[in-house]
């Protein structure tokens, strides 16, 4: 370094006192901080290169979705990389679709697609163009009353906290359209993909074969 230099070519002799130490950690401490803001600074304008490069279409996808959802054509701004639970809840306003663990483990993001359970969280919504979707906003009768497995989950007392709810609800329903007269074994099977913290299994499944057992208005969701 130039300020080594005693002027006669040879460098100036360290000293390993107590005021060079404190030197030296302000030295380090400065060069931290620095290569951090450097490193943010690059994030930042990362992302901001990101956006626009994905604003501008430059990745060739097309972000104006139009999708079927409870029976309406929505047209929605979609993000390459965004999950149909993040476009129901966030874009569109569907918040009975809950969102727990957010990695495929709870079931609480479930929602019918083309009537199979799919978690929502782990599902692209850029794939389910031309795919019918049935959100719980979807399921009730034509004129507002509750689906039969609904009006049954209240009668078995289900619900406890209730988030799980809807994406127990909408197991139960692919299950009954698919299958409209389930073995308890089989509806067992069914829910498996449903976490309920409040463990309340028992009183889901009771209410699974009571809508099975009542088996009316099964088929007539508006996003069927
Ligand atoms: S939120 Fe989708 S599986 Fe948990
Ligand atoms: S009712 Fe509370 S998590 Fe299932």
Redesign the pocket.
Known sequence: MADDNDGRGYPEPRFDTPASRATSRRQFIKGVIASGAAVGSAGYLFTLAGCSREQGGARGIERMLQLKINGQVRTVDVLPHETLAMTLRYKLGLTGTKLGCDRGECGACTVLIDDVAHYSCSTLTHAVRGRAITTIEGVEGPNGELHAVQQAMIDEL????????PG?IMSAVSLLKANPKPTREQARHAMSGN????G?YDHYLNAVMRAADAGDRLSETRGA
Do not use: D, E, S, Y
């Not at 289900?158 to 709810?165: A, D, I, R, S, Y």
């Not at 976490?195 to 409040?198: I, S, T, V, W, Y």
């Open positions: 289900g619900p406890q906290c209730g988030f799980c709810t127990q976490l309920c913290r409040c309340a």
